[in-house]
């Protein structure tokens, strides 16, 4: 299996602009994670799927972030308007069930102009 | 809040046999105690996990104290490669939910 998958790996963008991270899980998981990672903050959980139906989505930081699952195959985080803050790397992770483990992706690493 | 203590960096020789600890004093009984490391740019690796048996696989070995509240990661041979930060994170389980909280892990530094 090629892992979980994202694209792009790098962003970067000027303040304003809608900017649409992408994420293919591992084939067969049933679970998908999105996590921001910061120097401040450290690695955050933003929001979580079952099934391609949100779960739990306490972590995303404002109505500026919305994360889509259209299907098990796919899944979409999406900024707009995007601003500097938003700057940091962005990881999807997938899981075959609630318990079991995460397997990360790559990663986006954004900038924010 | 990650329920877990770790100090910030350690060293170890190349070949040796790193020691990882970790303090989760507020375990409840029933969750889990992840490791998973990160290499420079790269996403979170999980290593391993266990609840109250020692553990081993391909990777490293995870010795939990009998009564739950440190744990130690073992590598038992360390390589170059080996330097990374490395997280210990107690799985918790919030109304259904279950999510990886991640602290500020430990930086490995394995020198030549």
């Known amino acids: 299996d090629a892992g979980v998958i994202q694209s792009p790996r790098h962003e970067v963008t000027e303040m304003g602009q809608e900017v649409t991270l992408r994420c293919k899980p591992i084939s067969g998981h049933d679970y998908l994670f999105w996590y921001r990672q910061t120097m401040m903050r450290g690695l955050e959980l933003l929001i979580y799927f079952n099934n391609n139906v949100p779960i739990d989505d306490s972590g995303m930081p404002e109505d500026r972030f919305s994360a889509k699952m259209p299907n098990a195959s796919f899944s979409t985080l999406k900024i707009q308007p995007s601003e500097p803050r938003d700057s940091a790397v962005y990881f999807c992770?997938?899981?075959?069930?609630?318990?079991?483990?995460?397997?990360f992706g790559p990663g986006t690493r954004l900038t924010v102009l | 809040d990650a329920k877990t203590t770790q100090p910030p960096s350690m060293d170890c020789a190349e070949g040796r046999a790193a020691n990882l600890p970790c303090n989760h004093s507020?375990?409840?009984?029933?969750?889990?105690v992840y490791w998973y490391r990160q290499i420079h740019s790269q996403g979170p690796q999980y290593i391993i996990h266990?609840?109250?048996n020692n553990e081993t696989n391909e990777m490293a070995s995870l010795i939990i104290t009998e009564d739950r509240k440190s744990s130690t990661l073992i590598l038992p041979h360390a390589t170059l490669r080996d330097t990374a930060v490395y997280y210990c994170i107690v799985r918790v389980a919030q109304g259904g939910s279950e999510k990886l909280v991640f602290g500020k892990g430990m930086k490995l530094t394995v020198n030549p």
């Open positions: 266990g609840l109250k």
């Open positions: 507020t375990i409840s009984g029933n969750e889990y």
């Open positions: 992770a997938s899981s075959l069930g609630r318990s079991d483990t995460q397997y």
